[in-house]
Structures are given as C-alpha cells and as structure tokens.
C-alpha cells in the first residue's frame, strides 16, 4: 500500500512542478477528496448509502470538492486545486488530470429514472479548469477539454476540444501533442489547421491582386481611347 501512495504521489508531481516534495503533495485537496472518494464508494458499492454520503459531505466541507460516492475513479487520478464536481454514474480511466472549477455532470433524465447521466473519461485525459463536461458521452484516450471548453458530445481519441460549445481541432495527438500538456490547452504551437489554411489563403489572395494590377496595367497600355487621347 505504501509503495502505490508513493507512486500515486511520483504520478503528481510528474504533472505539477510546483511541490518541493511528497509530503507537500499530501496537503493537496484532491488527495484528501480522493482519499475519501475511495471509502464513500466502498460504502456505497456495500449500499450504505447513508454513511457514503455523509463521508462525500465531510470531504466537500473538508476540499471543496464534491465527488459523488457512485463515480468509479482510476489509477492516479489528480484535481489541481479543486472546486470540481464529478457526478453518480461518472467513469473515469486512469492518469486523468482535472483542473479547478470543472463539472462532470449529468443530463436530467425525463423519465426520473437514474441511469448513465455522466461522462465517462479514458485513460490519460486532461480537462482543462472551468470546463463543462456534460452528459452521457465519452472523452476517448489522450483526448484534451481545454480551459472553459462546454462539451456534450463524444469526443474522439486523441482530440484537443475547445470552445464555446466546444470544437475538435482535428489533429491527431500523435502528429504534434507532448505526453502531458498543462491545462489541457495548447499555448506555444498552433493546433488548429486552420491556422495553416488562413495562411495559405492570404498568400493565394496577394498573388491574385497581384496579377490583377498587372493585367489592368496591361489592358491600360494597350487601350486605343487612351492612346489617342494621349496623341491629341
């Protein structure tokens, strides 16, 4: 047991630069709100649901963090900072990164019955803090929210969504993504191909205007009016 804390805590400080050391780490909220998520699901799963909920009260009032005591967690799961809410029927994979102030919640269900109203979140995904992950849908494997981003479709493997509702840029992770990314927002390099197109496109447009003064420059000299005006 201790050999796996002390890898759950190498897991964070290989994504945080900001610990001195392991027992700073220990002071996170989100270890704490981990740490207590972990026994309000055994009760839970044991259907003591009493006691899960008041051990999910005691960790919020504790970390400001509310994880449901139904979410299923991975291995090495890390919220920066906190101020989360996860909800009942959310799933998450293992090495997710969260940052503060994201919601994984659910849709309402017209029907009044339960049933998969949360995201499910693969292995290796970063949310990036203030966004909205909303619904039964599912961020594939080393997909990335970015900052503020309000998801409510599946995102695909390997995605980086952003926006407001948010947008997949369309660019394999493989071709350009570090193995983590902070925030899980791109901030250096471009990651949309857009950027490239619009390039591409200004540089098609100067050489069109370009060839077009030079007809009219053309067309000019070789116009008779202006030539016999000109001889008159």
């Not at 503060?100 to 017209?110: D, E």
């Not at 098609?204 to 000109?230: F, I, W």
Request: glycine share 10%; charged share 25%.
């Amino acid at each position: 047991m201790f050999e796996r804390l002390v890898s759950y805590l190498d897991s964070i400080r290989a994504r945080d630069p900001a610990p001195r050391s392991r027992w700073e780490i220990l002071l996170y909220p989100g270890v704490w709100a981990l740490a207590f998520h972990r026994a309000a699901h055994w009760l839970f799963e044991a259907n003591l649901f009493f006691l899960a909920r008041l051990v999910n009260h005691i960790s919020r009032w504790l970390t400001a963090i509310d994880i449901h005591p139904g979410a299923k967690i991975g291995k090495n799961f890390f919220i920066d900072h906190g101020f989360t809410v996860i909800g009942e029927t959310a799933e998450i994979g293992d090495n997710v990164t969260i940052y503060q102030c994201v919601t994984l919640g659910g849709t309402n269900p017209t029907n009044g019955k339960g049933g998969k109203r949360h995201p499910t979140l693969c292995d290796n995904v970063i949310v990036g803090s203030g966004a909205q992950v909303i619904g039964p849908i599912t961020v594939g494997e080393r997909a990335r929210v970015g900052a503020n981003a309000v998801v409510t479709d599946d995102v695909p493997e390997g995605a980086t969504m952003i926006g407001l509702k948010a947008r997949s840029t369309l660019v394999p992770a493989e071709t350009w993504l570090r193995e983590f990314i902070p925030y899980g927002t791109p901030c250096d390099e471009p990651c949309e191909p857009g950027v490239e197109r619009v390039e591409r496109l200004e540089n098609e447009l100067n050489a069109l205007r370009k060839e077009l003064a030079e007809l009219r420059a053309e067309k000019s000299l070789d116009d008779p009016t202006r030539k016999s005006g000109t001889d008159s």
